[in-house]
């Protein structure tokens, strides 16, 4: 479940809808599915292994192996800490209208765009994006097993409760077919332009977290005799299943309201979304059910990236988990001041998150672990010391050695120059 809540947030059910609605729907959806299978779990394997082999977070499991890949580790310190400046943002607008739901405040008459617009120029802004930060804190301070994994159990099940009960909803209205056709049909023109490639591949890293170091982190909790397979396959699918029942939520609403298109882009959700929940009976509950929603989904990607620099202070700085807790705070609350204060800053620091960083980091954990880490130890990790059959050990090996690399070596260098 730790390892899902880390994968599943903003980028399945925020994020994952928009970039499918700018890159044709179901083109884009397939090939999102690809790209987790061939990328998503050989990597996030990968990342299990180090976790698992080394029991310490990225830093220092790189460090283990060699000098020379430290810097990876240091690379996931960097990525958590520009991440929380503008996450911690986009959580706090979850938040703030699963609040204007409950009070009628986001139904009261105004122009959604307007309340939004009010909104992110008035004080609330950073007072919704502290309390978010407040609230990841007392998580992630109470540690993994009182923190971290209560915190999954209970979140993860009401989120996929909520959000199926919301996609029967959007079923039963009136452009749910013409949703489910843009979502569900392929048009594989638009599969083998490069812009939906990249887009997949850039969206299967930000959705599940990988190289971002996080994974390396949660793993090197994992109790002894977890089969690193199967959790990698079930944290793929259900991140997977998410994103696709966040499509069948929004396509289907948006083609049953006259005006909304599916490329609307980022503001899909905040801006164009109200205006499903209107057209709806009881718009105020289906409303705060789905902003609630949303900003359960932010809190499990909050709490990974608030974890990966918590553990980095304790494990190399020898600071308790209260101290290095309270930095970690104290940086997401620099970091997203500097958001806040100017847009131009939010937006650098997700391109170069999400655009530069993080390829950049996967691109290099598939070199590490289809190069330079040893065999013998990655076979044995994966098979818990041979208790367990590896028989697609030479097929996983040939996709980080070879295929992944070059799917994301390109996405990296297009997202450079372009």
Not at 121 to 148: C, K, Q
Not at 158 to 163: E, K, Q, R, T
Not at 277 to 303: H, Y
Not at 361 to 374: E, H, K, P, V
Request: aromatic share 16%; proline share 4%.
């Amino acid at each position: 479940m730790v390892a899902a809540g880390s994968a599943i947030g903003l980028g399945s059910i925020w994020r994952f809808p928009y970039i499918a609605g700018e890159n044709g729907g179901g083109a884009f959806v397939l090939l999102y599915l690809i790209c987790v299978l061939l990328l998503g779990i050989p990597v996030m394997l990968s990342e299990f292994a180090i976790g698992t082999y080394t029991r310490k977070g990225p830093v220092k499991a790189y460090a283990q192996f060699s000098k020379w890949w430290k810097p990876l580790g240091y690379n996931s310190i960097i990525v958590s800490t520009l991440i929380s400046g503008f996450y911690y943002i986009v959580a706090g607008w979850s938040l703030y209208y699963f609040v204007a739901s409950v009070n009628g405040t986001l139904y009261s008459g105004e122009e959604f765009h307007t309340i939004f617009t009010q909104f992110t120029d008035s004080w609330w802004e950073p007072f919704y994006t502290m309390l978010f930060i407040l609230t990841t804190h007392i998580v992630v301070a109470r540690g993994v097993r009182n923190g971290l994994e209560r915190t999954a159990e209970w979140v993860m099940p009401i989120l996929f409760v909520m959000l199926l009960a919301i996609a029967l909803r959007a079923a039963m209205m009136p452009g749910a077919r013409e949703g489910y056709e843009f979502f569900f049909k392929p048009d594989f023109k638009k599969a083998f332009s490069v812009q939906t490639i990249v887009s997949a591949i850039g969206q299967a890293f930000f959705s599940l977290s990988i190289g971002l170091g996080c994974l390396i982190t949660f793993s090197s909790y994992f109790k002894k005799g977890t089969n690193l397979s199967t959790t990698a396959w079930s944290a793929s699918m259900m991140t997977f299943l998410v994103a696709v029942l966040s499509g069948m939520v929004i396509f289907p609403a948006v083609f049953s309201v006259e005006g909304l298109e599916p490329t609307q882009g980022p503001t899909l959700i905040f801006e164009t979304l109200p205006f499903v929940f209107q057209s709806m009976t009881m718009p105020q509950l289906w409303s705060a059910m789905f902003f609630l929603l949303i900003a359960l989904a932010a809190l499990t990607s909050t709490i990974t990236f608030h974890e990966v620099i918590t553990e980095y202070l304790q494990e190399h700085h020898k600071l308790s988990r209260q101290v290095g807790t309270l930095i970690s705070t104290a940086i997401a609350v620099v970091a997203s001041i500097f958001c806040l204060w100017s847009g131009k800053i939010f937006d650098l620091f997700d391109m170069i998150t999400a655009d530069v960083l993080m390829p950049l980091g996967g691109l290099l954990t598939c070199l590490f672990a289809g190069w330079y880490l040893d065999k013998k130890i990655f076979r044995k990790e994966i098979s818990n010391d041979g208790t367990l059959r590896a028989p697609l050990f030479g097929v996983l090996v040939f996709l980080l050695k070879w295929v992944a690399p070059m799917l994301i070596g390109t996405t990296f260098i297009y997202n450079l120059a372009f």
